[in-house]
């Protein structure tokens, strides 16, 4: 069974730093696209930031300079980079791969990690 396992998620002080890593567990022959978003208390989730696996990235505006998102697709892991971390950047932070293939070519859509908290405060 392909599970996306996050972690590295934390308390840390405005200005600080945290790295999140998520990895696929699983039999997993390629993944597509890979991302972060985030659920603040009381609002929607919301996209952070995107790599394809060929290593195009895309950031929220309200990140971008900040965050770095990268992947290592031989260990199936990809990770989030943040930096300058402030108040407004705390929310549980989920991982996301859009699609996974089996090794058998099953493709599996719409994976998700169970969520890491982040907070940022004084």
């Known amino acids: 069974q392909v599970q996306l396992v996050e972690s590295g998620g934390g308390l840390v002080q405005p200005g600080g730093s945290l790295r999140l890593s998520c990895t696929a567990s699983?039999?997993?022959?390629?993944?597509?696209?890979m991302g972060w978003y985030r659920q603040a208390p009381g609002k929607q989730r919301e996209l952070v930031t995107t790599?394809?696996?060929?290593?195009?990235?895309n950031y929220a505006d309200s990140v971008k300079g900040r965050f770095t998102i990268s992947r290592d697709n031989a260990k199936n892991t990809f990770y989030l980079q943040m930096n300058n971390l402030k108040p407004e950047d705390t929310a549980v932070y989920y991982c996301?791969?859009?699609?996974?293939?089996?090794?058998?070519?099953?493709?599996?859509?719409?994976?998700w990690g169970q969520g890491t908290q982040v907070t940022v405060s004084s």
């Open positions: 790599i394809s696996s060929g290593g195009v990235t």
């Open positions: 699983g039999s997993i022959f390629t993944i597509g696209i």
């Open positions: 996301y791969a859009n699609q996974i293939m089996e090794p058998g070519g099953n493709w599996l859509y719409d994976n």
